[in-house]
């Protein structure tokens, strides 16, 4: 077998990036440089371009990994005395009850299994019966399972009540199509190191124009503070405090590389035909996945481990990199699992290298009962 030189990453970010994308890094910038400055400029219009948002939002950035702008956007738009109810079918959903605990903010969760969807009606119900909750924060891809929740329906439960809505969008934004014109939305999170191909290291918050103009104040934090990160940036188009700036450049090329693929479209097709070829080749050697197909996203594929006494996670990861691609441990608390990603920049022979890799593994380990239930 022919081993690419480094292994590539089938988790959901940081990912696999293109050599153009890395490039893009080999150069040092000032802060206060007007070319660096210019680069945050496109980020910022580009970003808020591919959610249609040009005439009504605007896109701050924030430095830091994706939980940072998560816990920027529920710190800067959900004043002291406000209440946000969080749809629940994962970790990311329970990350986002504990910024709320952490940042003193009244929330309440509305909890599902984690191999379900988040229900549109149970979102309608929930605010009816409580007018005191000011906020929905909800997860658009459950990057834990890989659940897809719909958030159209939900965002239109949300703006009949009058609420607002603040979407964790990280593993989504850009693959899947999320329209300002369509879709009502007050803040829609995201970060560098997902659909977008770029490098980890900094997130972005599109927030409505008339949302952010009321947010003054409202932070509790001084460095997450996105109406101050705003206000400074049309000021001066510099960052408040020292911008991530290789990985601001990064992103930029990773967005341009995006946008000459053909942009939402393109991306959310190649990324979707890996999930299917991903699912199916897996399926041959025996593995289930632990959702339905109905509700699962394009991103990152949740599949039950092997039945079998030979298998550990440690090992079979390790042999699995050892033939070329890092995988992703499980992150449900109930069944044994693991993770494989269907986002980055591999080429077609990307996921049947991997299912080569993982039945070659399967062959060393001994592992002869993937599935029970499959094989019953
Ligand atoms: C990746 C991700 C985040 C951010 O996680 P970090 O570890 O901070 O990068 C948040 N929400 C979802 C749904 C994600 O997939």
Redesign the pocket.
Known sequence: MNLPSQPILLT??PLTTSERTRQAMLRDWGSWDGDFNQITARVRQQTLRIVHGEDTHECVPLQ???????EAAIGTLVPRDGHVLIPNNGA?CQ?IAKICRALARRHQTLDYPEDTQVKAADVDRALAADPSITHVAL??????AGVLNPLHEIAMVVAKHGRSLII?????FGAIDIDARQTPFDAV?A?S??CLEGV?GM?FVIIRRSTLEQCEGNSPSLAMDLYDQWVYMNRTTQWRFTPPTHVVAALDQAIAQYMEEGGLEARGARYASNCRALIEGMAVLGFRTFLDPAIQAP?IVTFHAPDDPNYDFKTFYTEVKKRGYILYPGKLTQVETFRVGCIGHFGDSGIPGAVAAIADTLKAMGIKQVSAKALA
């Open positions: 959901p970010g830091g990994s994706g939980t940072f702008s998560v990311y990350r997860v658009h891809c459950e990057t834990g964790d969008a990280m593993s989504s999170v970060a190191g997902k980890p997130g991103i």
